[in-house]
């Protein structure tokens, strides 16, 4: 297990046609990790996953990608069973209609294992989030060192997406909660921002990295603002405590 670097997980339900800029995408940057000296472990992780969606995914293009098949039918729960079976230090998440620059892979493993050397506990996430499709919006993501950090943002959205890089550990130690959008509860890497930050986990960004979100007209977060709704109470989160998530000692 530590001779791998990193494991790259994609997650795929209903994706066909969509999924080849992805896997493109995600095939030049572990060429690029591989290039700087970084051994790098692909993963295809088909849940539920539609006859067409699988069958796309079968191709011998991809045949350099183990692929598992789960039947879970949601995101956090598939995170949950695949990390056990990852073999890299750090986790990269990718969903299958999503994208990321060329060097995020590499710069995501040099930014942890800077904070490994420094003995820090971190999860690194690109410097910039760039919407595409059905919106056309680019955010700039700070790290939680940053002067313009602020924990009463979370009050109101997550500064971090879940196309994070982190160690295995955090997801070992912190994993998922499961959605609940009829009861109106969701936005589980909302959460997983808010716990591993309160666990200690410092949130840095590898400079000069993208990833490229999709928006759809239909999506796990247009399906949870549509149906208004919350995160989880979390103890972190009162109004007395909120000021100290991501204070702590070095």
Not at 79 to 92: C, D, K
Not at 133 to 161: E, H, M, R
Request: with cysteine; charged share 25%.
């Amino acid at each position: 297990m530590a001779d791998i670097d990193l494991t790259v997980v994609v997650t795929a339900h209903s994706e066909t046609i969509v999924a080849g800029p992805t896997m493109q995408a995600a095939e030049a940057s572990v060429r690029y990790a591989e290039a700087e000296g970084f051994t790098v472990e692909r993963l295809i992780v088909l849940d539920s996953a539609t006859e067409e969606c699988t069958a796309f995914f079968m191709q011998p293009a991809f045949d350099d990608w183990t692929r598992v098949e789960l039947e879970q039918q949601d995101l956090g729960r598939v995170r949950n069973e695949i990390v056990p079976r990852t073999s890299g230090r750090y986790i990269a998440f990718l969903d299958a209609d999503d994208l990321f620059s060329e060097n995020w892979l590499a710069e995501g493993i040099r930014c942890l294992d800077a904070a490994t050397a420094r003995g820090e506990r971190a999860i690194a996430h690109p410097e910039l989030n760039w919407l595409f499709d059905d919106g056309n919006s680019v955010y700039v993501k700070p790290a939680q060192s940053d002067p313009l950090f602020t924990p009463y943002f979370f009050y109101l959205i997550n500064y971090y997406d879940s196309l994070c890089m982190t160690p295995r550990q955090a997801h070992l130690d912190i994993p998922y909660v499961h959605r609940d959008i009829p009861n109106g509860l969701s936005f589980q890497d909302w959460q997983f921002s808010i716990e591993t930050m309160a666990a200690g986990w410092e949130h840095i960004i590898a400079k000069d990295t993208i990833i490229f979100k999709r928006r759809r007209d239909f999506s796990l977060v247009t399906e949870s603002r549509d149906r208004k709704a919350i995160l989880r109470q979390l103890e972190p989160m009162a109004i007395d405590r909120a000021a100290q998530l991501g204070v702590f000692e070095k």
